[in-house]
Structure formats: structure tokens, C-alpha cells
């Protein structure tokens, strides 16, 4: 269905019946055909519910962690990859000039 990895599922049973009927009947009044989804893994997750109910999605991946399967690159994990080079070099310079030494921590997600 999606660039989605079913890993990251979850069951939305405890989800009332009525939130999903309101969902569609907002999306079928509005004159929505097809949805198109831009997002990682929390957006494809709430995307693979509103596909259940029988609305077309287009997905498009975009996360700085890379991490949709089916996938080379998202949108966003160059840019990211770019700022963070260009901010180290920019603190590498820094260091020198001072003479220092710097640390630097990077966020990064696993998918334990």
C-alpha cells in the first residue's frame, strides 16, 4: 500500500467507531478523492488508517532518519546530512582558533 514499514504499526481497536465515521464523512464531504501524504513514520501509521477507509493515498517519504523501508532517500535526509557536515566544519574552525577541543552528540533514531 505505502513506503510504510508494518513494524511500526499499531493496533487502533481502542479507536471509536464514531472518530472513524466523522474522519470519512468530513473527507467524502469535502469532495476528497485521493489524499496525498507527506511524512515518516508517524504520519504513514495515521496515512494506513485513513486508507482503510477506502481513501486512495499517495505517499511521500520525508524524515532527516532515512529510516522508510522501500526507500533510498527521503526527503529531508540530505538537507539534514548537509547542515550537520557544515555545522561541524564551522565548530572545527572555532576549536582551532581557540585551541579547544569539542564534543559534539547528533540525534539519531534506532529502529530496536
Known amino acids: 500500500m505505502g513506503w510504510y514499514d508494518p513494524r511500526y504499526l499499531t493496533d487502533r481497536s481502542d ?10 464523512a468530513t473527507i467524502k464531504d469535502s469532495g476528497i478523492d485521493a489524499r496525498e501524504v507527506i511524512g515518516g513514520i508517524k504520519t504513514f ?3 494506513h ?4 477507509m477506502g481513501i ?19 526527503i529531508g535526509f540530505d538537507t539534514a546530512g ?27 533514531r534506532t529502529n530496536d
Open 56 to 74: 486512495p493515498l499517495a505517499e511521500i517519504p520525508k524524515t532527516i532518519d532515512n529510516d522508510i523501508s522501500g526507500t533510498d532517500a527521503t
Open 82 to 108: 548537509f547542515t550537520l557536515t557544515e555545522a561541524i566544519d564551522l565548530l572545527n574552525v572555532t576549536a582551532e582558533s581557540h585551541h579547544r577541543i569539542m564534543v559534539v552528540e547528533i540525534m539519531l
Open 45 to 47: 501509521r495515521a496515512a
Open 15 to 24: 479507536e471509536k467507531p464514531s472518530d472513524r465515521e466523522r474522519i470519512l
Open 49 to 52: 488508517e485513513v486508507a482503510r
